[in-house]
């Protein structure tokens, strides 16, 4: 399945050749989540090099893609899962949060230094119907330096990022 679209077209980024790429830092296509949250971090205008970044999930089409992008912005990073021992421990020490999850408001107050920025990738939806992200947002208001909404966060940015790379798409198939 991952190779059935040409690498060219790609426009999700998740083919093995665009996957090797985006690894060496030559990227085609960036998956679109984690490039709309690039997007978002350089909108803060914080300095990526030198920060901890902790992400919570390692998909590869958010989480992986997403560490690699902060690790060639000179991030440090951490990618944490469902089998990491101590997940506030990790979380707790990092500048920047991304959670990408799926877990209603997984993570609290309580595993977030003040200061953080925190991306909440996480789409949840509620038994009575209500959409929450991973993150547990009135409670960091205020205490996070940035964060982002569900719904209303990454998501527009994942369709923005799309038509950007769909955009790139026919200019390369016009080179
Ligand atoms: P996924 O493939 O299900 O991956 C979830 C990841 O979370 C896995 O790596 C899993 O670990 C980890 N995990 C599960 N429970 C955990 C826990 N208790 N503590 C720490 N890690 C845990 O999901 P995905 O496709 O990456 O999507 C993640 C979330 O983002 C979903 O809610 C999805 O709907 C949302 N999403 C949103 C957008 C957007 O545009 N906003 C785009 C894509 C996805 P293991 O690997 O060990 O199982």
Do not use: W, Y
Not at 27 to 53: K, N, S, W, Y
Not at 83 to 100: F, S
Not at 132 to 139: K, L, N, T
């Amino acid at each position: 399945m991952l190779e059935a679209v040409a690498p060219q077209k790609d426009v999700d980024g998740f083919h093995p050749d665009n996957v090797g790429r985006l690894t060496i830092g030559a990227p085609r296509f960036v998956p679109c989540t984690p490039a709309g949250v690039m997007e978002m971090l350089a909108a803060t205008g914080i300095a990526l090099a030198g920060r901890d970044a902790v992400i919570v999930g390692r998909s590869n089409i958010v989480g992986k893609p997403m560490a690699m992008l902060l690790l060639h912005q000179g991030a440090t990073v951490t990618i944490c899962h469902s089998r990491t021992r101590d997940l506030g421990d990790h979380t707790r020490r990092a500048d920047i949060v991304v959670a990408a999850v799926g877990r209603p408001q997984l993570l609290g107050a309580d595993m977030v230094k003040p200061g953080a920025v925190v991306i909440d990738v996480g789409i949840n939806r509620l038994s009575d119907g209500k959409l929450v992200g991973d993150v547990a947002f009135d409670a960091l208001l205020g205490k996070a330096s940035h964060i982002t909404p569900v719904p209303g966060g990454v998501g527009p940015m994942t369709v923005a990022m799309l038509m950007a790379n769909t955009v790139r798409a026919a200019e390369l198939g016009q080179a």
